[in-house]
């Protein structure tokens, strides 16, 4: 998140821009430091270069290169997309081989998983790892803290104690946690998402050659489009190669027999790309409950004006994307609330926290010694992908407990 959008944080940027670099550096990041979106994305400190763009993506981000005037203009920008994918060898991994099997995990280890930290922290003294476990609250106990839980195999009952706990279960799951743990049930709290709509791009001049067997398969180009100037009145998504994807994930979407659609795929796929696009979570009015008898219930929908803002960004994508050759083919409706996965809120971060709250270091209001360090503790939910932002506040919530215990 740039400076205005972390105005609506707690604390100064600063913190979370040395963690942002931090967390780049040791994670391996790819990207473009000189286009039209470096600003826009920020930092671009120890990024690795990007990989090669498939022929379709290439001939639009030449053609957009080419007049970025007419993009601009229309609120339109465009540049190459980062990822958390290693183009070179970082900490023993290897770096992209583009074998277009990135869906389907990675053998050289080039795309980011949380278990390659997870293994580095267990040569660590100290450090003790337990899987397998549900933990549903936490209770106070002689100074210390008891995590009550049991196990998910045998269901057998177990319980964890210490000084400090920091919860980062998922927004949802942390969320549930601290509500069970301040007895605050049947209690509505926000739950921020990022509602998303899928489209395709068409590019005619591709008719009739065959699909690439060796190409980079997560996201090629990301774009913006800006429909006015306050810091949410932007959509954000990335665009992809149809190659990477699997084809029965679009075949089933298609309004035609099974056959008939497989044929129109195979033919059609060397001329598509296929993108998402996420708006802010003030278009989202979603909210999380729990019940005494511990279930979770989430309920909501999409803000009265988000249809407004899709029609007005779809008719911006529209007209810009005509005018380099390439058509815009918008699917039918919004996904369903809460299937774009990028939650957050529930615990927001605040300068003087309620109860079901946090402070800016993560500390949750009611729980001394309890902190939250994944979406759960944003109070702002963006346009763009949050995952580095809740990787950077949980590395600068950390660096804060262990000072104290540094003290």
């Keep these: 998140m740039d400076e205005k959008e972390l105005e609506k944080f707690p604390f100064q940027p600063e913190e979370l821009i040395e963690s942002y670099r931090r967390v780049i550096k040791r994670i391996g990041v790819h990207g473009a430091k000189d286009d039209d979106l470096s600003a826009f994305f920020g930092i671009g400190d120890d990024l690795q270069p990007p990989p090669p763009l498939t022929a379709p993506a290439q001939r639009l981000f030449d053609r957009y290169c080419a007049d970025t005037k007419r ?25 992209c ?7 389907w995990g990675c053998a050289w280890r080039a795309i980011y998983n949380a278990a390659y930290d ?3 922290l267990r040569k660590r003294p ?4 337990a899987g397998g476990v549900l933990v549903a609250e936490l209770s106070a106990s002689g100074g210390n803290w008891i995590a009550k839980g049991h196990g998910r195999r045998d269901q057998a009952p177990l ?11 998922g927004t949802i799951s942390t969320g549930a946690i601290v509500l069970r743990s301040l007895g605050l049930f049947g209690k509505k709290v926000s739950l921020l998402s990022t509602p998303s709509v899928s489209f395709a791009i068409w590019q005619p001049r591709f008719l009739f050659r065959s699909a690439r067997q060796q190409f980079f398969g997560l996201s090629q180009l990301g774009f913006r489009v800006r429909w006015r100037e306050d810091v949410d009145g932007f959509a954000f998504g990335n665009i992809f190669s149809a190659d990477g994807i699997p084809a029965m994930a679009i075949v089933g979407s298609m309004p035609l027999s099974r056959a008939l659609s497989i044929r129109l795929f195979n033919f059609l796929g060397p001329t598509l790309l296929l993108a998402n696009c996420f708006f802010p979570g003030i278009f989202s009015n979603n909210h999380l409950s729990v019940s005494r008898d511990g279930t979770i219930a989430i309920e909501g929908n999409h803000a009265d004006n988000l249809p407004q803002a899709t029609r007005t960004v779809f008719r911006r994508l529209k007209r810009v994307l005509r005018r380099y050759g390439t058509f815009v083919i918008r699917s039918s409706s919004l996904a369903l609330p809460g299937a774009d996965v990028h939650y957050a809120g529930t615990v927001p971060m605040r300068c003087a926290p309620a109860a079901h709250e946090c402070d800016g270091q993560g500390a949750v209001a009611g729980l001394p010694g309890v902190y939250v360090a ?6 702002h939910l963006s346009a763009k992908a949050h995952t580095l932002t ?4 949980a590395d600068r919530v950390a660096r804060h407990i262990a000072a104290l215990f540094n003290r």
């Design 97 to 103: 081989q583009a074998c277009g099997c990135c869906l």
């Design 390 to 393: 809740i990787m950077a506040n």
């Design 374 to 379: 994944d979406g759960t503790a944003l109070p």
């Design 159 to 169: 319980s964890f104690s210490a000084r400090k706990i920091v919860l980062a279960s």
């Design 118 to 120: 997870l293994d580095r």
């Design 71 to 95: 993009a601009l203009c229309g609120g339109v920008t465009l540049g190459r997309a980062r990822n958390a994918v290693l183009t070179r060898s970082l900490n023993g991994r290897d770096g």
């Design 126 to 129: 100290g450090f003790n790892w």
